[in-house]
């Protein structure tokens, strides 16, 4: 069955909201289970070292992920890649769930983020590429609400299962992962391939076929038609100026293709290293550990956090087409940073059990509510849309997976050494988030475009700039198709 309009722009983007969800659903699955009884007996009781390993192995498979998508995934298409990310997922989600022994959980969650990698890589660019540009940002604004909905329900699957102490109250909430996955795989027999893969690798009749569908007479065809032909003029650009090989990644080209590179990893990593999934896979030990809750109430607070991640996510709906990306980038990190700072000092005085630590701890964990507020807002979906925006056609599929696995093992980094940091050095760990999120404020103001409203095609104008030789190919007829306003079902 070939879907029509609307409903092909829906199965698209309900198909990489349910990729985010089932990523949102893993990220938190661990985190939430580490300090259960029933986990904790099934493994032996691992100790905070190992415990960190278990949780933050499956990063370093999803960063294998990506870089194998990087290899095979632009040959394979978007539609093919995501499908055999869902397949190793589901067999990952399998092992995981099976496990008796430490070594059999660690396997399952490798394979796991092998399958995350590849998905996680993949669907944003697929989205990005079906998606209406002035609404782009807030259709991967959807995918990142999804993302915390994921989050929100395994927070609060785990604490419904914290009494338990059977194995059953840890492998129910890790095989209910393939509730996210068995649909995509339907959802994915129904989608199409993205048109700008199927122009670049020289399928122009299909993809054709493919906008026309999609538009399905909300457009004059001659509109459609008119972004066809930008489309074959943009992969004709950038095979003239060689934008396509693995060496271009690197290659400061007429189109920037090395700063649009760098770019794309840069945000990916800035992400990660600001500390988010710190507090998202740990918000049960902090609350604990560094906020000084009981461990009952820690997982309350915890299931409270990212509950209220989930409403804040709402908000960039309204905002990230608006203001723009830059904007909220800039903003919120700045905020992020400032919030790091005041909570190291409110920690310090929660473990000097100073007269005002109780006082320290309320406000400690309302800094908590306002780093995950202020991340949800400016930066969250930001990241996902940003390097899709900002990469040439011919290299987004490899850009963008190698962008994903500099996120990957920077999260690695992270969950590895905060169960460690907040043992060992307690508040200054905080100290060193609020010093990396405050680096990242004059590197994103002084290099990062803003993309808000651009088609696709024209993020390789934006970094031709001035020169002739490009932009005399790629303004060819530009007028024309500028006058079409991009609303409704219309394709990026």
């Known amino acids: 069955m070939k879907l029509q309009g609307n409903a092909l722009l829906a199965a698209v983007t309900a198909l990489t909201a349910l990729g985010f969800m089932q990523i949102g659903f893993d990220i938190g699955l661990m985190g939430g289970l580490v300090n259960q009884r029933a986990f904790n007996d099934t493994f032996n009781s691992p100790s905070p070292t190992m415990l960190g390993f278990i949780v933050s192995i499956m990063e370093v498979g999803a960063f294998f992920g990506s870089i194998s998508n990087a290899i095979f995934g632009e040959s394979m298409g978007r539609k093919k890649s995501t499908g055999l990310g869902v397949i190793v997922l589901i067999i990952g989600s399998l092992l995981q769930a099976t496990a ?95 048109p700008r893969w ?63 590179f760098f770019i794309a990893c840069a945000i990916q990593m800035f992400q990660q290293l600001g500390g988010i999934n710190a507090i998202i896979y740990y918000s049960g030990t902090i609350f604990h550990k560094s906020v000084g809750f009981s461990a009952n109430m820690s997982s309350l607070m915890s299931g409270f956090l990212q509950t209220w991640m989930f409403l804040a996510s709402f908000i960039p709906w309204l905002l990230i087409d608006r203001i723009g990306r830059r904007r909220l980038l800039l903003s919120m990190i700045s905020l992020m940073a400032a919030v790091m700072a005041v909570q190291s000092a409110l920690v310090r005085q929660i473990e000097n059990d100073t007269t005002i630590g109780h006082v320290s701890g309320i406000a400690a964990a309302a800094m908590l509510f306002v780093f995950e507020g202020a991340f949800t807002i400016g930066f969250q979906a930001t990241v996902w849309v940003y390097p899709a925006e900002i990469l040439p056609l011919r ?98």
């Open 395 to 492: 290299l987004r599929q490899r850009g963008s997976a190698i962008s994903t696995a500099a996120n990957w093992i920077c999260n690695y980094i992270i969950v590895q050494i905060t169960l460690p940091a907040v043992t060992n050095i307690g508040w200054k760990t905080y100290i060193i988030f609020a010093v990396l999120n405050a680096l990242w404020v004059p590197v994103i103001f002084f290099f990062f475009p803003e993309t808000k409203g651009l088609q696709l095609e024209d993020v390789d104008r934006l970094f031709a700039g001035q020169d002739e030789h490009v932009t005399g190919g790629l303004f060819d007829t530009k007028s024309t198709r500028e006058e079409i306003e991009m609303t409704g079902p219309q394709l990026a």
């Open 198 to 260: 199927l122009a670049a690798h020289d399928r122009q009749d299909d993809a054709l076929e493919v906008l026309r569908r999609l538009n399905n007479g909300k457009i004059p065809d001659s509109d459609v038609v008119a972004t066809y032909e930008d489309i074959l003029r943009t992969v004709s650009a950038e095979r003239a100026v060689g934008a396509g090989s693995w060496k271009d990644l690197l290659k400061n080209d007429k189109i920037q293709s090395q700063r649009r």
């Open 100 to 194: 008796y022994h430490r070594s059999h959980l660690v396997v399952g969650r490798i394979v796991t983020g092998f399958g995350l990698g590849i998905v996680n890589s993949t669907t944003p660019v697929m989205q990005a590429e079906f998606s209406p540009k002035a609404t782009r940002g807030l259709y991967v604004c959807v995918q990142l609400t999804t993302l915390n909905l994921g989050t929100l329900l395994v927070y609060w699957i785990d604490y419904g299962f914290s009494t338990h102490v059977n194995s059953y109250a840890w492998r129910v909430p890790v095989i209910l992962q393939c509730a996210f996955l068995l649909p995509m795989l339907l959802l994915l027999l129904h989608a199409d391939e993205t």
